[in-house]
C-alpha cells in the first residue's frame, strides 16, 4: 500500500488523490465501493483530515467519486455516457397492439435456460436474497398452524398482513384502513383486477414509454389498447405530454410505475407526481400506480405514493413483495380506492384468495423489523452493482453506447447506435451462454430497436464480467449496413 512521503513536493491532498487512483488502477477499490473515511486515512496516513477532505473534495470535482448524506464518498463509473433525455425526437403515438409478441416470449423462455447467465430479467432480490430468514420463519409459522397451512384463506388476504401493510402507508402520510387493501397473487394480479376495475375491452390505457412489456401484454389481453406517453430518463413520466395525449385521445386510464419506472430506473418527484394525479382527477381519469420498486430507491428518502395526492378516490395503487422479498412466493396487494368492492368481486371470481402460508410468513418478516433491516442492505447492494455494471458496459461496449443512471430499481437502459437492432444477435446472445431483454419488447409499437435492458439485480461473480463482454463484442460486430 502506498503511504504519502511527506518530504515530496507534491501536495499532500495530490498525494491523496494519487492514493485513490492506484487503488482504482490495481483493482483494490471499483466503482461502487465506498472509500476510506476521512478519520481513517487521516491517521493511516498520519495527516490532517482536512487534508485528506481537499483531496476528496478534488477527486469529487474531477467526477470520480461522489459523496452521499450521512454515508461516505463512493468511486463513480467514470467512462459511462449517461442516456440523457431524447425529448426533441420524440413523435405522437396512437393505440397499438404488440408488434413482438414472439420476441417477448422468447425473452422469457431464455430466463430459465439453465447455465445461462440471466441479465434478461428484473429480480432484485437475486442481489441479496432473504432466503434463509424466510426459511426460518416459515418453519415457526407451520409449527404454530399445522392444517390451516393448506386452507383457503379470506378472500382479502390475511387480516394482520394487511394491516402491517397499512401502518407503512400510514407513515407516508397515506391515509389507509387495512380493510380496503386486497392481498393478491404478486403484483400481476393487482394490476389485472385494477384494469377491470376501471376499464372495458376498446378503452385505452395510456403507459409509459418505454413500458415493462409485462404491462403491455396485460392490457393487450385484457381486450384494451395501450397508448405510449413519452418518459423523461431522469423525471419520468412528463406531465405537459401527457397533458397533450389526454387531449388527442380518450384515454380511460395510465398505468404508470412513476415512482420509480422500469427499465429506465427514472423518478417522478414528489411535486411532479401530485401535478399528475391533479390532472388526471381534472379529466375523470384513472391512475393505476405500479409501485413494485418504490423501496428500492437510490435517492435519500422514499418516493411518496400516488395515493396521497388523490382528491376523488381515482388512484389505484398495486405492489408486491416480489421485488424486495420472495419472487417465487407470488404475494402482492392492491388498494383500490373506490372501486374496493368490484375489486373484490373480480378477486373472488379470478383466484378466490392467496396462499396464507406466504402470507403469515412475510407478515412475520414486517413485524420483526428483519424485513426492513434486510431492504436497507439490498438497497446499498443494488446501489454498487449499479456502478459496478455502469462501469462495466462502458468498458467493454463502443464509446458511442449511454447508460441511464437510475434513481433506484434493478435495471440499466442502454442505448446503441440507431443502425443496431438488438433483437437481431438476442439468439447468438443465448448461444454464448448470456440473455439481456432487447429494446423492441419495451414498446408496443416496436420502438427502442437500438435498445437493451441490462439487470444489475444480480450475484456478482467473473461470470457477469464476462457476459458483459460477450454483449459488448456483439454491439461492436453488428454490421453497420
Same mark, same amino acid.
Given at each position: 500500500?502506498?503511504?504519502?512521503?511527506?518530504?515530496?513536493?507534491?501536495?499532500?491532498?495530490?498525494?491523496?488523490?494519487?492514493?485513490?487512483?492506484?487503488?482504482?488502477?490495481?483493482?483494490?477499490?471499483?466503482?461502487?465501493?465506498?472509500?476510506?473515511?476521512?478519520?481513517?486515512?487521516?491517521?493511516?496516513?498520519?495527516?490532517?483530515?482536512?487534508?485528506?477532505?481537499?483531496?476528496?473534495?478534488?477527486?469529487?470535482?474531477?467526477?470520480?467519486?461522489?459523496?452521499?448524506?450521512?454515508?461516505?464518498?463512493?468511486?463513480?463509473?467514470?467512462?459511462?455516457?449517461?442516456?440523457?433525455?431524447?425529448?426533441?425526437?420524440?413523435?405522437?403515438?396512437?393505440?397499438?397492439?404488440?408488434?413482438?409478441?414472439?420476441?417477448?416470449?422468447?425473452?422469457?423462455?431464455?430466463?430459465?435456460?439453465?447455465?445461462?447467465?440471466?441479465?434478461?430479467?428484473?429480480?432484485?432480490?437475486?442481489?441479496?436474497?432473504?432466503?434463509?430468514?424466510?426459511?426460518?420463519?416459515?418453519?415457526?409459522?407451520?409449527?404454530?398452524?399445522?392444517?390451516?397451512?393448506?386452507?383457503?384463506?379470506?378472500?382479502?388476504?390475511?387480516?394482520?398482513?394487511?394491516?402491517?401493510?397499512?401502518?407503512?402507508?400510514?407513515?407516508?402520510?397515506?391515509?389507509?384502513?387495512?380493510?380496503?387493501?386486497?392481498?393478491?397473487?404478486?403484483?400481476?394480479?393487482?394490476?389485472?383486477?385494477?384494469?377491470?376495475?376501471?376499464?372495458?375491452?376498446?378503452?385505452?390505457?395510456?403507459?409509459?414509454?418505454?413500458?415493462?412489456?409485462?404491462?403491455?401484454?396485460?392490457?393487450?389481453?385484457?381486450?384494451?389498447?395501450?397508448?405510449?406517453?413519452?418518459?423523461?430518463?431522469?423525471?419520468?413520466?412528463?406531465?405537459?405530454?401527457?397533458?397533450?395525449?389526454?387531449?388527442?385521445?380518450?384515454?380511460?386510464?395510465?398505468?404508470?410505475?412513476?415512482?420509480?419506472?422500469?427499465?429506465?430506473?427514472?423518478?417522478?418527484?414528489?411535486?411532479?407526481?401530485?401535478?399528475?394525479?391533479?390532472?388526471?382527477?381534472?379529466?375523470?381519469?384513472?391512475?393505476?400506480?405500479?409501485?413494485?420498486?418504490?423501496?428500492?430507491?437510490?435517492?435519500?428518502?422514499?418516493?411518496?405514493?400516488?395515493?396521497?395526492?388523490?382528491?376523488?378516490?381515482?388512484?389505484?395503487?398495486?405492489?408486491?413483495?416480489?421485488?424486495?422479498?420472495?419472487?417465487?412466493?407470488?404475494?402482492?396487494?392492491?388498494?383500490?380506492?373506490?372501486?374496493?368492492?368490484?375489486?373484490?368481486?373480480?378477486?373472488?371470481?379470478?383466484?378466490?384468495?392467496?396462499?396464507?402460508?406466504?402470507?403469515?410468513?412475510?407478515?412475520?418478516?414486517?413485524?420483526?423489523?428483519?424485513?426492513?433491516?434486510?431492504?436497507?442492505?439490498?438497497?446499498?447492494?443494488?446501489?454498487?452493482?449499479?456502478?459496478?455494471?455502469?462501469?462495466?458496459?462502458?468498458?467493454?461496449?463502443?464509446?458511442?453506447?449511454?447508460?441511464?443512471? @437510475?434513481? /433506484?430499481?434493478?435495471?440499466?437502459?442502454? $442505448?446503441?447506435?440507431?443502425? !443496431?437492432?438488438? =433483437?437481431?444477435?438476442?439468439? *447468438? &446472445?443465448?448461444?454464448?451462454?448470456?440473455?439481456?431483454?432487447?429494446?423492441?419488447?419495451?414498446? @408496443?409499437? /416496436?420502438?427502442?430497436?437500438?435498445?437493451? $435492458?441490462?439487470?444489475?439485480? !444480480?450475484?456478482? =461473480?467473473?461470470?457477469?464480467? *464476462? &457476459?458483459?463482454?460477450?454483449?459488448?463484442?456483439?454491439?461492436?460486430?453488428?454490421?453497420?449496413?
Amino acid at each position: 500500500m502506498r503511504l504519502v512521503d511527506k518530504s515530496s513536493p507534491y501536495f499532500l491532498y495530490q498525494q491523496v488523490i494519487d492514493f485513490v487512483e492506484f487503488q482504482q488502477q490495481s483493482g483494490a477499490i471499483r466503482p461502487g465501493d465506498k472509500l476510506p473515511s476521512l478519520r481513517k486515512l487521516s491517521r493511516q496516513f498520519e495527516i490532517s483530515v482536512p487534508t485528506v477532505k481537499q483531496a476528496y473534495l478534488e477527486l469529487e470535482r474531477q467526477g470520480s467519486i461522489s459523496a452521499r448524506p450521512q454515508s461516505g464518498y463512493y468511486l463513480k463509473a467514470k467512462q459511462a455516457r449517461t442516456l440523457l433525455p431524447m425529448r426533441a425526437i420524440w413523435a405522437s403515438c396512437e393505440p397499438a397492439e404488440i408488434s413482438c409478441r414472439s420476441l417477448i416470449e422468447q425473452v422469457y423462455d431464455a430466463v430459465h435456460m439453465p447455465d445461462s447467465v440471466a441479465l434478461g430479467i428484473s429480480n432484485p432480490v437475486n442481489a441479496h436474497p432473504p432466503d434463509k430468514t424466510l426459511a426460518r420463519l416459515m418453519r415457526s409459522v407451520l409449527s404454530r398452524v399445522s392444517e390451516k397451512a393448506v386452507s383457503y384463506g379470506p378472500i382479502n388476504g390475511d387480516p394482520k398482513l394487511r394491516l402491517n401493510l397499512a401502518f407503512r402507508y400510514q407513515e407516508q402520510g397515506v391515509s389507509v384502513n387495512h380493510e380496503d387493501l386486497i392481498i393478491t397473487n404478486g403484483a400481476q394480479e393487482a394490476l389485472s383486477i385494477a384494469l377491470q376495475c376501471v376499464a372495458e375491452r376498446g378503452d385505452i390505457i395510456a403507459v409509459e414509454s418505454p413500458c415493462y412489456f409485462g404491462l403491455i401484454e396485460l392490457i393487450e389481453s385484457l381486450g384494451m389498447k395501450a397508448l405510449e406517453v413519452y418518459t423523461c430518463t431522469e423525471d419520468g413520466v412528463c406531465v405537459v405530454e401527457l397533458a397533450k395525449v389526454i387531449k388527442q385521445h380518450s384515454v380511460k386510464a395510465c398505468l404508470f410505475s412513476s415512482a420509480i419506472s422500469n427499465p429506465l430506473g427514472s423518478m417522478m418527484t414528489d411535486k411532479q407526481r401530485q401535478a399528475m394525479v391533479k390532472l388526471l382527477e381534472k379529466n375523470n381519469i384513472v391512475l393505476i400506480e405500479d409501485e413494485v420498486y418504490s423501496d428500492l430507491y437510490f435517492t435519500e428518502h422514499r418516493p411518496v405514493s400516488a395515493q396521497l395526492y388523490s382528491e376523488k378516490g381515482l388512484v389505484l395503487t398495486c405492489s408486491s413483495f416480489s421485488k424486495t422479498a420472495a419472487p417465487g412466493y407470488r404475494v402482492g396487494w392492491l388498494l383500490a380506492g373506490k372501486f374496493e368492492e368490484k375489486a373484490k368481486r373480480i378477486k373472488r371470481a379470478q383466484s378466490c384468495s392467496t396462499s396464507m402460508l406466504q402470507q403469515w410468513t412475510l407478515s412475520d418478516y414486517l413485524m420483526s423489523g428483519e424485513y426492513d433491516r434486510h431492504l436497507q442492505v439490498l438497497r446499498k447492494t443494488l446501489r454498487y452493482n449499479c456502478e459496478r455494471m455502469r462501469a462495466l458496459i462502458a468498458e467493454h461496449f463502443p464509446d458511442q453506447v449511454c447508460i441511464s443512471k @437510475p434513481k /433506484g430499481g434493478s435495471v440499466l437502459w442502454v $442505448r446503441c447506435r440507431s443502425h !443496431v437492432d438488438t =433483437s437481431q444477435f438476442f439468439k *447468438q &446472445a443465448i448461444a454464448q451462454g448470456v440473455n439481456f431483454a432487447p429494446g423492441e419488447v419495451f414498446s @408496443p409499437s /416496436g420502438k427502442y430497436k437500438n435498445y437493451m $435492458r441490462i439487470s444489475y439485480g !444480480v450475484q456478482w =461473480s467473473e461470470k457477469i464480467d *464476462q &457476459a458483459i463482454q460477450v454483449l459488448g463484442q456483439l454491439v461492436y460486430d453488428y454490421p453497420e449496413s
